[in-house]
């Protein structure tokens, strides 16, 4: 199982960036997704989960209606659209799947900023 994130940087507040996890080794349509994100000195947190067909998504309250998870199981693609950026988003954001045993990525910096 290999999860690779890309698309983080650095935004200014209220700004927007999209997240992409490619996945392989895995049967990717068979398995929720999900992304986490983890602040310096804070504990990893659940931000999104998309089921395996892409039809239910589940947010934590601090991004609802600001980010969307949506996934394209043709590309093995996970994405994380992250719309009116704030300084506390800032964080490493971690693409997950459990698959049988818990695999990560290696995460993808995005710093909110001015």
């Known amino acids: 199982v290999q999860l690779v994130e890309s698309g983080g940087g650095l935004v200014q507040p209220g700004g927007s960036l999209r997240l992409s996890c490619a996945a392989s080794?895995?049967?990717?349509?068979?398995?929720?997704m999900r992304w986490f994100r983890q602040a310096p000195g804070k504990e990893r947190e659940l931000v999104a989960t998309?089921?395996?067909?892409?039809?239910?998504?589940y947010y934590a309250d601090f991004v609802k209606g600001r980010f969307t998870i949506s996934r394209d199981n043709a590309k093995n693609t996970v994405y994380l659209q992250m719309n009116s950026l704030k300084p506390e988003d800032t964080a490493v954001y971690f693409c997950?799947?459990?698959?049988?045993?818990?695999?990560w990525g290696q995460g993808t910096q995005v710093t909110v900023s001015s």
């Open positions: 997950h799947a459990r698959v049988r045993n818990d695999y």
């Open positions: 080794g895995f049967t990717f349509s068979s398995y929720h």
């Open positions: 998309i089921t395996s067909g892409g039809v239910s998504a």
